[in-house]
């Protein structure tokens, strides 16, 4: 989605640009060396090859450094750069000083931020994102158009490629019914139990869930989800309605386990589909504890010293997981403002974990070495 709308004419303008700036910035010593000097040390976040967000990345570091980077083209110490002089240097800074520029990179930006936060949402592995993925794309969709003044003529594009992707993928009745059981949309706006497409995508999910079991089909479709509608019994609690935040962190499945007593088919299929993911983005990372540690295809690691290095490494990259849950202090890459927090997302194989790797030439120290006992393969 995020790729498609990049692609359009007038945005791919404006990436090929921050692109080209920022590699031109750090492909010299003595430009990057500048730009240093006039961020205080600050880095730019440079685009990734495997994850078009981290375009978004990119320019949001941009304009975050606006003010920086157009006092830095204008400064002497600029100019006195042999670098800047050439045909490459001319384009980065006619660039920076482009009032064009910077406009179609805050509409940029406006477009992306909600289509980002989306990617957040569902690519996040502490909480389940069934519940929320439709209604934070309609959300998104929303902010788009408002992001174009909402004219029809100017959002066209976009909506488009938006539809394309939605349509088919994030639409099926799976999506729709997680939507209709998630009280934070659907007590929110109690005019969603009356859409046509919502009362389908329900009955599909249910005939599909209770295949074969007539009664609780009958159960779930008749009369409990009657009672979740008219918030009877538990439902009715005010303690249930404070659980409707769309922050609070067990999640919808355990708002069900608590309030659905009443309505225990409803309550076993809302509980299970609420407490799905929506994306197999973690499955695309390079888990490999091998290709971590080895730095050449061929290498002088014994086998039984390569085996306990992985499995170190492994352990180590689940108790730094572990810690982070439990201290709540888990890293958004998308919001970082710290250039290094994001490298692991832009990186094919990318682990907000450091990775330990070991080269030929080291002493075999690690022989002897007892695993850790706490820690189970």
């Not at 039984?304 to 730094?320: D, E, G, H, S, W």
Request: proline share 3%.
């Amino acid at each position: 989605m995020l790729q498609g709308i990049g692609n359009l004419p007038r945005f791919k303008k404006v990436i090929d640009q921050a692109k080209s700036f920022t590699i031109f910035v750090y492909g010299h010593t003595r430009t990057l060396e500048c730009l240093r000097y006039f961020t205080e040390g600050k880095e730019l976040v440079r685009p990734g090859v495997t994850r078009f967000a981290s375009y978004f990345l990119t320019l949001n570091s941009m304009q975050e450094k606006k003010d920086q980077l157009r006092k830095m083209v204008v400064h002497s110490r600029w100019d006195s750069l042999k670098d800047v002089k050439s045909k490459k240097g001319k384009e980065a800074t006619a660039t920076i000083l482009s009032p064009a520029f910077w406009k179609d990179v805050k509409l940029m930006l406006a477009v992306f931020e909600p289509l980002v936060k989306v990617l957040r949402l569902v690519d996040g592995d502490v909480k389940p994102s069934m519940g929320f993925l439709y209604g934070e794309l309609l959300k998104a969709k929303r902010e788009v158009k408002e992001a174009f003044g909402n004219v029809e003529s100017r959002f066209k594009d976009v909506m488009a490629v938006i539809e394309k992707k939605m349509n088919g993928r994030l639409d099926s009745p799976l999506h729709l019914t997680a939507f209709l059981l998630n009280p934070h949309y659907s007590y929110a706006n109690p005019s969603i139990f009356d859409e046509p497409k919502m009362n389908e995508a329900f009955i599909s999910c249910v005939e599909q869930f209770y295949y074969h079991d007539e009664d609780q089909q009958e159960q779930a479709a008749n009369f409990e989800l009657k009672k979740f509608q008219n918030r009877e019994g538990p439902f009715s609690k005010k303690l249930a309605r404070t659980f409707q935040n769309y922050d609070y962190n067990p999640g919808r499945a355990s708002w069900w386990r608590l309030y659905g007593t009443e309505t225990p088919a409803l309550q076993k299929m809302a509980t299970r589909i609420l407490s799905l993911t929506s994306s197999s983005s973690g499955c695309e990372r390079n888990w490999s504890g091998f290709e971590g540690i080895h730095t050449k295809k061929r290498n002088r690691l014994t086998t039984t010293r390569l085996n306990k290095l992985v499995y170190i490494q492994f352990n180590n990259r689940l108790m730094n997981n572990r810690e982070k849950i439990k201290s709540k202090k888990i890293t958004d890459v998308l919001l970082s403002s710290d250039t290094t927090e994001a490298q692991g997302f832009l990186q094919e194989g990318g682990d907000d974990c450091a990775q330990v790797v070991f080269r030929d030439g080291e002493e075999d120290e690690m022989e002897d070495t007892e695993v850790v006992p706490e820690l189970r393969r």
